[in-house]
């Protein structure tokens, strides 16, 4: 007999894991599928960050961190974020967490009350909305589209505040589109939100570093909204390290605070090999990483000129992440194949079945016109993908 609460019946499954794992019944089966479907860099972890990781299992580095991570990790935070982004956090207003996804959860848990409004510019990552839900929070979402490189503009969200308004969410490096915010945007955005203290600004940077045409901007670097930003970041996309489970959050003093409370009641300290190991990381300098970004940029410009090839699709050139983002409306409405296309749910379902090609929709991003393809895969792998939905579409 099933006992969910209502919290769980509300809640939807990762759609990302959902096509994933949909991608990887197929292979079992024998089924050629190439999934684009995780955001997940193909690297392997850099040797350095490696050697530190092996050091500390020797160190014995085997017994409870501090709940909000080493001392030496934090500092290693600290530095890092006044060498690359010019902003001031003492380790006391850091909390380093098993992955950015629970920096963002901690500081969900730590402001919202039922009934409290979350902005959520679309397109979004898919486990913003479920994360506020789950906190008894309301969404409300803002939408953008292709033109606009997916962006919002200060007008929008100064029509998106209520009274009940307590935070917005937002990822620059955005996933999924593969935009960013530029210091200008951002400048703009500031000014909106300086007039409302009470608003929180949860700004996650986990793609910082996956950057091809400018220098990232956090909104924390405005004097004017530092203490009602929260910055999230993380080891797993610039350094390969995905599985190590280490995010962290950058908070005014109050808002450190309560995440190291949250966090001493559900998880208490990141793995300890995973922290030591990524103090070493955060200490390099980031050129030493660059060559994984640099990979990352030929294969966007491979994808980008076969994507432009496929019929029905409205592409934009991404400048940032490992994603395209394509507006695949021309679609919508459409019987394909004998199957009927009402969203881009469907649509990625239909290159799955049919091209053996895995993606991931856009309804749970908020974009529901618009399908999400990680190019964080061999340029073999991409250019047959590319090539097995072009032939499948051209089909008619």
């Not at 409300?140 to 917005?168: D, M, R």
């Not at 924390?220 to 610039?238: C, D, L, R």
């Not at 966007?300 to 991404?318: A, C, S, T």
Request: glycine share 6%; charged share 25%.
């Amino acid at each position: 007999m099933e006992k969910f609460s209502e919290r769980v019946r509300n809640m939807s499954f990762s759609q990302t894991f959902v096509m994933s794992n949909k991608a990887r019944e197929l292979k079992a089966k024998g089924v050629d599928v190439i999934s684009l479907t995780l955001g997940e860099p193909d690297f392997d972890v850099p040797d350095n960050i490696k050697q530190a990781a092996f050091e500390a299992i020797h160190q014995n580095y085997s017994h409870y961190s501090p709940v909000p991570g080493f001392l030496e990790l934090r500092e290693a935070v600290s530095n890092k974020l006044k060498r690359d982004n010019n902003l001031n956090y003492k380790p006391s207003q850091i909390c380093v967490s098993n992955g950015a996804k629970q920096s963002i959860f901690n500081v969900l848990a730590a402001i919202i009350d039922n009934g409290d409004e979350v902005i959520l510019p679309a397109p979004f990552w898919v486990s913003y909305e479920e994360m506020v839900k789950m906190m008894g929070g309301k969404c409300v979402v803002v939408e953008t589209s292709i033109e606009t490189e997916f962006k919002i503009t200060p007008e929008q969200l100064e029509q998106a505040i209520t009274p009940k308004t307590k935070a917005i969410l937002y990822s620059s490096p955005c996933n999924p589109s593969g935009s960013y915010y530029t210091f200008d945007e951002l400048k703009s955005i500031a000014k909106v939100m300086a007039k409302y203290p009470q608003i929180t600004i949860i700004s996650d940077e986990i793609y910082e570093l996956i950057n091809y045409e400018g220098k990232h901007t956090s909104i924390a670097e405005f004097p004017e909204v530092y203490e009602q930003t929260a910055v999230i970041n993380g080891m797993s996309k610039a350094y390969a390290m995905t599985g190590w489970r280490i995010g962290y959050s950058a908070c005014p003093d109050w808002l450190a605070k309560a995440c190291e409370k949250i966090q001493g009641q559900v998880t208490s300290g990141a793995n300890t090999v995973a922290q030591r190991a990524s103090i070493v990381g955060l200490k390099t300098n980031p050129s030493e990483y660059r060559f994984m970004v640099d990979e990352f940029k030929k294969r966007r410009d491979l994808v980008y000129q076969l994507m432009k090839e496929i019929p029905g699709f409205k592409v934009n050139y991404p400048k940032a992440a490992f994603y395209f983002f394509p507006d695949i409306s021309y679609y919508l409405g459409k019987t394909l194949n004998g199957t009927r296309i009402e969203n881009s749910d469907d649509f990625a379902m239909f290159l799955l079945e049919n091209a053996h090609v895995g993606t991931v929709g856009g309804l749970s991003f908020g974009s529901a016109e618009c399908v999400r393809f990680s190019y964080a895969a061999s340029e073999k792998d991409l250019v047959e993908a590319m090539s097995r939905i072009k032939k499948l579409l051209a089909a008619g």
